[in-house]
């Protein structure tokens, strides 16, 4: 039996790695994140399991992972991951909806944006030099698997710094990037 196991939307085993992001973790991301409470700052807004089997910049290597991120808002701006382009602009990642819905947040480095909507067999291709994030848009947790280069690296500091050029929001009950 193979010591690391992928079970619906886990990954389990000795090399596997946990993240966990809360609220206050990401608070810079959503355009009211001043507003979270104290109480609210510590709710987890998503986990990250991932299987990292070669040392990191490795050319050639694959890393999968799993996020499970769950429904809520700030605002009327629905739970989201922090985003990011790749350290290694160039490298290209696939995302695969495998339960509830969502929407996968893509800007080129000009800042023209798009959405795509994530749901269950869902199949995203990330092109290099892709700035990349996923929302949660419904009522249930949303899980997406992910696929990258050991080499792409992650530059969270350009969208620390200047953020997308638009906000998933929810507008009129439903989500709009506006």
């Keep these: ?14 090399k596997i790695e946990q993240s966990t992001r809360t609220l206050g973790d990401i608070r810079f991301i959503f355009e009211k994140g001043d507003q979270i409470t104290l109480q609210q700052a510590s709710r987890i807004a998503y986990n990250v399991s991932s299987y990292l089997p070669e ?10 992972g799993i996020t499970n991120l ?5 605002g009327d701006e629905y739970f989201m991951t922090k985003g990011h382009f790749h350290a290694n602009r160039d490298t290209a990642e696939f995302y695969w909806g495998i339960e509830g819905e969502g929407v996968v947040i893509l800007m080129d480095e000009q800042g023209n944006i798009k959405g795509e909507k994530m749901f269950p067999g869902s199949l995203h291709y990330i092109p290099g030099r892709m ?5 949660n848009v419904s009522d249930v947790s949303l899980s997406f698997g992910a696929c990258w280069y050991s080499n792409a690296g992650h530059d969270y500091k350009t969208i620390e710094q200047k953020g997308f050029t638009a906000r998933l ?10």
């Design 1 to 14: 039996m193979p010591e690391n196991l992928f079970i619906g939307k886990s990954l389990i085993g000795k």
């Design 55 to 64: 040392k990191e910049g490795t050319p050639g290597g694959l890393y999968f």
């Design 70 to 74: 769950y429904p809520g808002l700030v």
């Design 131 to 135: 700035a990349h994030r996923v929302a």
């Design 169 to 178: 929001k929810k507008v009129n009950g439903a989500p709009q990037l506006v």
